[in-house]
């Protein structure tokens, strides 16, 4: 399995752009499908979108206008864009992996971001 | 989309004793694309079953998966006080990807 760690600011000002950056270890970025999964303080999971190595892409409806995902094979990282933010989008961001039509069988350990002014 | 139900939502019970969680598709799951996974305090979720009853690596045999089509079920034969958490479905052969609102597990 991989490992994953995601990275990127604490808080955002609201109308802001969110930008957070995984990187990839353990594995070849090229073996899997590398996405982005929110969950509000108290709430559930949330799958917001997936990029292949390739640098195809699929997003959640729900979020498909404001979310870019992107891929840089050299630097084994993948990272996420979710513009014109709202308090509503204040949750812990995890990258996860999978394989095809898999399930996400590795987790970073996510990290929270707060919008606020 | 497919919205997945989980029922009870919070499931009080002693260590030793069997948990039985439910996950309810809207529409059927292809392929019995399902998952379970369990979350506790302030870490990721882990996946525990894929394929509605395979089990992920290094995850015990008191956790079994069953079901398909619409209606699933992980099952917990014997507590253990670490099985405490609150768990998830997942369906990943649709796109958007789409979790249940989760069971939590808590000891009475």
């Known amino acids: 399995q991989v490992q994953l760690q995601e990275s990127g600011p604490g808080l955002v000002k609201p109308s802001e752009t969110l930008s957070l950056t995984c990187s990839v270890s353990?594995?070849?970025?090229?073996?899997?499908?590398w996405s982005w999964i929110r969950q509000p303080p108290g709430k559930g999971l949330e799958w917001i979108g997936y990029?292949?190595?390739?640098?195809?892409?699929k997003y959640n409806p729900s979020l498909k206008s404001r979310v870019t995902i992107s891929v840089d094979t050299s630097k084994k990282q993948f990272s996420l864009k979710l513009s014109s933010v709202t308090a509503a989008d204040t949750a812990v961001y995890y990258c996860?992996?999978?394989?095809?039509?898999?399930?996400?069988?590795?987790w970073g350990q996510g990290t929270l971001v707060t919008v606020s002014s | 989309e497919i919205v997945l139900t989980q029922s009870p939502g919070t499931l009080s019970l002693s260590p030793g004793e069997r948990a039985t969680l439910s996950c309810r598709a809207s529409?059927?799951?292809?392929?019995?694309?399902l998952a379970w996974y369990q979350q506790k305090p302030g870490q990721a979720p882990r996946l525990l079953i894929y394929g509605a009853s395979s089990r992920a690596t290094g995850i015990p045999d008191r956790f079994s998966g069953s079901g398909s089509g619409t209606d699933f079920t992980l099952t917990i034969s014997r507590l253990e006080p670490e099985d405490f958490a609150v768990y998830y479905c997942?369906?990943?052969?649709?796109?958007?990807?789409?979790f249940g609102q989760g069971t939590k597990v808590e000891i009475k």
């Open positions: 996860a992996s999978q394989r095809g039509d898999s399930p996400f069988d590795s």
């Open positions: 990029i292949f190595y390739s640098g195809s892409t």
């Open positions: 353990g594995g070849s970025i090229s073996s899997y499908y």
């Open positions: 529409q059927s799951v292809s392929s019995s694309y």
């Open positions: 997942q369906q990943y052969g649709n796109s958007p990807k789409t």
